[in-house]
């Protein structure tokens, strides 16, 4: 229920900028409202291990009803805002309805989307690695391949084509979903299906010159190695031009079939953004001042992917978009007392990333470690990152039930 003294905050998002504002913002200086098309939060770090089962979909997602119980929540994407008359205009996720809704403090942290670069057939034929919709589709797609490929009288070149799972964008992203999928084939299909190990493939292919730019040199060279190892084959400078349905074009003239093709080539910006009226930098992110305020306006702020700070150029990522959001709900704090606002500062505090057979990469300021032991800091580091205490005894149980019982591939 709201009260009429109070001034009306609307949140857009339920992503790592908004919702750990919305779980530090225990005030009550506001009447909070909450409008997103994803009526939770999803912790991203974790989502290439759902794909294929190693950890199970709801583990790692927090409903927004439960994380903010204070605020209303409607289903529903901003479509344009009207800073003049302080409004935003959304549409239904549920049934498409369009409504205004008024605000006296506007917070947007709606993110990213992925980009495709305008590649043709990419849309239409890969999937994508952002939503967990998008990792139980890759999960279908790769046990459907794998049955599809069981069928008898199969000729053999359509068999091998089916069970070729390439992976574009060698980031984190797209390394830790080649590895999540390496696993999956050592440790699960190869025991299930053992007539068709011989025809399985994983490639991972990379416009530039290395994998995992923004890691340390070494620990990119280490994971080429670790991947040749693992008969992941990693191909560099492999520019796509085009996706057929069953066939990937590259700019030297390669024509690569597959089954399965994951797309992770980094993030654009959000449709929404691009058509607001508020000040854009040259990759179309919304610029704020260091106080995460929207660049001449004093009631809109902004953080996290669709953000950025002037002459403050910080990385798309969680652990940026988590400590802007928390550092807002202090700011709001002063902004609701009219006190002065403070400038936002980051702590780097470095990057993990897993990279397959029980071995993760640790780039931080304190040390730099590969292998196993990294790979049991890795775990124990996102155990604790976890929003919930009910997130964190789900993921030990999808770790333990991994090893114990092996991954699930049923398909329904
Ligand atoms: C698979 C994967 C793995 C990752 N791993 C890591 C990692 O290990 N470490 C790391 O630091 N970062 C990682 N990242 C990056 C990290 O997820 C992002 O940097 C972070 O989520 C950005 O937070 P955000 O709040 O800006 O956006 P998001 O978390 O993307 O949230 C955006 C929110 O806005 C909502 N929204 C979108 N459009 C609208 C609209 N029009 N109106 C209202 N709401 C809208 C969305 O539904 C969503 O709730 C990973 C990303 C992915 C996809």
């Known amino acids: 229920m709201s009260n009429l003294s109070k001034p009306m905050l609307v949140v857009l998002g339920t992503g790592f900028a908004a919702f750990s504002l919305l779980k530090n913002l225990k005030h009550g200086l506001f009447n909070v409202i909450v409008v997103s098309p994803r009526n939770h939060f999803l912790f991203t770090p974790l989502l290439p291990s759902t794909t294929v089962g190693t950890i199970e979909f709801r583990s790692i997602i927090e409903p927004i009803r439960v994380g903010a119980p204070y605020a ?83 000729d053999e070149e359509e068999r091998k084509r089916l069970l070729h799972v390439v992976v574009v964008g060698g980031g984190p992203t797209g390394v830790e979903f080649a590895a999540e999928m390496h696993d999956f084939l050592s440790e699960d299909l190869s025991n299930i299906y053992p007539a068709l190990h011989n025809y399985v493939a994983i490639t991972l292919l990379e416009a530039g010159n290395n994998i995992l730019t923004t890691f340390d040199k070494e620990l990119s060279e280490y994971t080429m190695r670790l991947f040749k190892r693992q008969h992941i084959d990693i191909r560099t400078r492999s520019l796509v031009t085009r996706i057929g349905k069953t066939v990937i074009y590259l700019n030297d003239g390669t024509e690569i079939p597959y089954g399965v093709v994951v797309w992770s080539t980094g993030i ?58 928390r550092f807002l709900a202090k700011q709001l704090y002063r902004y609701g007392k009219d006190m002065p606002l403070i400038p936002f500062q980051y702590h780097h505090y470095g990057m993990l990333a897993y990279v397959g057979g029980n071995k993760a990469l640790a780039d931080l300021n304190l040390f730099k470690g ?33 090893i114990v019982f092996g991954r699930d591939v049923s398909r329904f």
């Open 72 to 154: 209303t929540y409607y289903q529903a994407s901003c479509k344009t805002i009207n800073p003049t008359e302080q409004i935003i205009v959304v549409q239904s996720a549920m049934d498409g309805r369009v409504y205004d809704i008024h605000y006296d403090v506007l917070v947007i942290g709606v993110g990213a989307k992925t980009n495709t670069f305008g590649i043709p057939g990419v849309n239409e034929h890969a999937l994508f690695l952002k939503e967990l919709s998008d990792a139980r589709a890759i999960r279908q797609n790769i046990i459907e391949r794998f049955e599809m490929a069981a069928q008898l009288d199969l």
């Open 268 to 325: 654009g910006p959000q449709d929404f953004v691009v058509s607001s009226p508020l000040p854009l930098n040259d990759g179309k992110k919304i610029i704020t001042d260091e106080r995460l305020l929207v660049q001449g306006y004093n009631n809109i702020f902004a953080a996290g992917d669709c953000a950025a700070i002037e002459k403050n150029n910080l990385p798309a990522t969680s652990q940026v978009a988590q400590q802007e959001g």
């Open 370 to 402: 590969r292998g196993f032991t990294t790979w049991l800091f890795w775990r124990s580091a996102y155990l604790t990152k976890l929003v919930s205490w009910k997130n964190k005894i789900l993921v030990i149980f999808d770790w333990l039930k991994a």
